[in-house]
Structures are given as structure tokens and as C-alpha cells.
């Protein structure tokens, strides 16, 4: 089963585990899709951190690295692209949180209005 969440920053203790290999998915020397997996994140659930991709069909390649072998029954994924974990969760992964960067600042709600 896949599931999708938003890291956290205890998450990011993957990049300097040394058991926690990069894996790279290149076309044409094009890097098109990465992640780091950790095989055991926690008991029968690996973690792959961030997965980005620029296709499904990428995200496809990179998922059968982690989960081809049968060998872990679940993987939790922080998908960077939105386009990728939408697709992911038409094809049946769960969707446990988005997380939402912006650049620039909210306005503010005119005098007299509310938020919904």
C-alpha cells in the first residue's frame, strides 16, 4: 500500500544515514526523477524522501525500485511534485496530508469581510 504525507523534520534525518541510498532516474542525462529510500523507516514501511519525478511514468520506475522485490508491504512517500501524487492517488495511494509552499505574502481580507 502507498501513502502519501508531508515530510516532517525528523524525516529529514534520512539524508545522512549512510543505509539510505539516492536513487536517480535519468533520460537522455536529463535527471527526471529522484529519491532517497530508507527500506526500514519503521516496522513493514519503507519511506521514500523526497520522490520527485516529472511523470507518472517516472514515479512508476522509481516505486517498483522500492517496491518490486515484495518485500516491504507499505511506503510512505513525501511527493514533491503535485501533478505525480495526484496520479498516485487515482491509482489508489492514500492521501494523508498536502503541504503547501508559497512564495509571497497573503493579503489580507478587506474591512468588512470575512474568511470562510
Same mark, same amino acid.
Do not use: K, N
Given at each position: 500500500?502507498?501513502? &502519501? ?100 505574502? &497573503? ?10
Amino acid at each position: 500500500m502507498l501513502h &502519501l504525507r508531508a515530510a516532517t523534520a525528523a524525516d529529514y534525518t534520512a539524508f545522512v544515514r549512510p543505509h539510505v541510498p539516492l536513487w536517480c532516474v535519468r533520460d537522455q542525462g536529463e535527471l527526471v526523477g529522484l529519491t532517497r529510500f530508507w527500506r526500514d523507516y519503521l516496522p513493514d514501511c519503507g519511506l521514500c524522501i523526497p520522490f520527485r519525478a516529472a511523470s507518472p511514468d517516472i514515479a512508476a520506475h522509481l516505486l517498483h525500485g522500492a517496491l518490486g522485490h515484495g518485500e516491504i508491504p507499505e511506503l510512505e512517500l513525501s511527493v514533491v511534485d503535485p501533478g505525480v501524487a495526484d496520479a498516485l492517488v487515482a491509482a489508489g495511494a492514500r492521501d494523508h496530508a498536502r503541504l503547501y509552499e508559497m512564495g509571497g505574502s &497573503l493579503d489580507r481580507p478587506s474591512a468588512g469581510t470575512r474568511d470562510s
